[in-house]
């Protein structure tokens, strides 16, 4: 007997631009957006923390040291946390030049301008662009942001970004996804994340089991994905988009296990052997 329904059959692999074209510009900045709309990524990834005066921004690390003159701007303010500083205060800092010093093969100038952007600014952007990118959206410390997941719904209603086709939201947090599942409508794919540490000497079936209770897919760091937890996934009709895939051997290896899509900071190379 077969326990699940089958998978609609998929016949595009889903280029998930990892927080922008992040290897070409710096990460989440509407410039690593746009180069990943140029490259006709089919989603631009989003990682969202929120600031003390409660806006959503993108940005990966709870800190804004790594990607930032945080440190330099606002000496004494350490451990610079992205909750402890209004928008405003972090419109001063320059989110690029971090970049041009790690790859000095891509800098750019202009990158030192760079700003954080807001969600309602990526939206704005992408809308400008007239762009067809979905927004792939990660919920990051859900815990220490309460009320982030009804925010967050909240401005994408407003926006005409909830529905199917126009976003996907995806969190290492179970707890957030259940959250989110009770408050946005069906259709709109949730995919539960995990690292290996997170599933480590668990059983693969109830995991997973766990998963389909409240997920579309699961996006696992690319270790990971094996035939079988491609085939276990499948058969529970959750799709799998593993992270980060940055080579264009890496992209053939995950396509020859029946992945649906990936994570990249390269989107043009998953785009190229889509092609294929
Ligand atoms: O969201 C998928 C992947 O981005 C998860 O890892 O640390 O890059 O957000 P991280
Ligand atoms: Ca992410």
């Given at each position: 007997?077969?326990?699940f329904?089958?998978?609609?059959?998929?016949?595009?692999?889903g280029?998930?631009?990892?927080?922008?074209a992040?290897?070409?510009?710096p990460?989440?900045?509407l410039?690593?957006?746009k180069?990943?709309?140029?490259?006709?990524a089919?989603?631009i990834?989003?990682?969202?923390?929120m600031?003390?005066?409660?806006?959503?921004?993108?940005?990966?690390?709870?800190?804004?040291?790594?990607?930032?003159?945080?440190?330099?701007?606002?000496?004494?303010?350490?451990?610079?946390r992205?909750?402890?500083?209004?928008?405003?205060?972090?419109?001063?800092l320059?989110?690029g030049?971090?970049?041009?010093d790690a790859y000095?093969?891509y800098?750019?100038?202009q990158?030192?301008?760079?700003?954080?952007?807001?969600?309602?600014?990526?939206?704005?952007?992408?809308?400008?662009?007239?762009?067809?990118?979905?927004?792939?959206?990660?919920t990051?410390?859900?815990?220490?942001y309460?009320?982030?997941?009804?925010?967050?719904?909240?401005?994408?209603?407003?926006?005409?970004?909830?529905?199917?086709?126009?976003?996907?939201?995806?969190?290492f947090?179970a707890?957030?996804?259940?959250?989110?599942?009770?408050?946005?409508?069906?259709?709109?794919?949730?995919?539960q994340?995990?690292?290996p540490?997170?599933?480590?000497?668990?059983?693969?079936?109830?995991?997973?089991?766990q998963?389909?209770?409240y997920?579309?897919g699961?996006?696992?760091?690319?270790?990971?994905?094996?035939?079988?937890?491609?085939?276990?996934?499948?058969e529970?009709h959750?799709?799998?988009?593993p992270f980060?895939?940055?080579?264009?051997e890496?992209?053939?290896?995950?396509?020859?296990?029946?992945?649906?899509?990936?994570?990249?900071?390269?989107?043009?190379?998953?785009?190229?052997?889509?092609k294929?």
């Open positions: 007997t077969q326990l329904t089958p998978l609609p059959i998929v016949d595009h692999i280029v998930i631009a990892h927080r922008g992040s290897g070409y510009a990460e989440h900045t410039t690593a957006y180069k990943a709309i140029q490259m006709k089919d989603y990834e989003l990682d969202l923390h600031t003390k005066d409660g806006e959503l921004v993108a940005i990966h690390d709870a800190t804004l040291s790594r990607t930032t003159n945080a440190e330099e701007v606002y000496p004494g303010r350490s451990p610079w992205v909750k402890d500083f209004t928008l405003s205060e972090i419109k001063q320059d989110a030049s971090w970049f041009n000095p093969e800098a750019k100038k990158y030192s301008n760079e700003k954080i952007p807001t969600l309602q600014e990526t939206i704005d952007y992408i809308k400008q662009k007239d762009a067809n990118a979905a927004l792939y959206i990660e990051k410390a859900p815990n220490v309460p009320g982030m997941e009804e925010k967050l719904v909240d401005i994408l209603k407003k926006n005409g970004y909830l529905q199917p086709g126009k976003v996907i939201f995806q969190s947090s707890a957030s996804l259940r959250k989110l599942r009770e408050i946005v409508p069906k259709g709109i794919p949730l995919i994340l995990y690292s540490a997170m599933i480590q000497g668990q059983n693969l079936d109830d995991v997973l089991d998963a389909a209770e997920a579309e699961v996006g696992p760091e690319l270790s990971l994905v094996t035939p079988e937890f491609v085939q276990k996934a499948h529970r959750l799709i799998v988009h980060t895939i940055n080579t264009k890496e992209m053939q290896k995950q396509l020859s296990l029946g992945v649906d899509g990936m994570f990249t900071n390269y989107p043009d190379r998953l785009v190229s052997l889509n294929k």
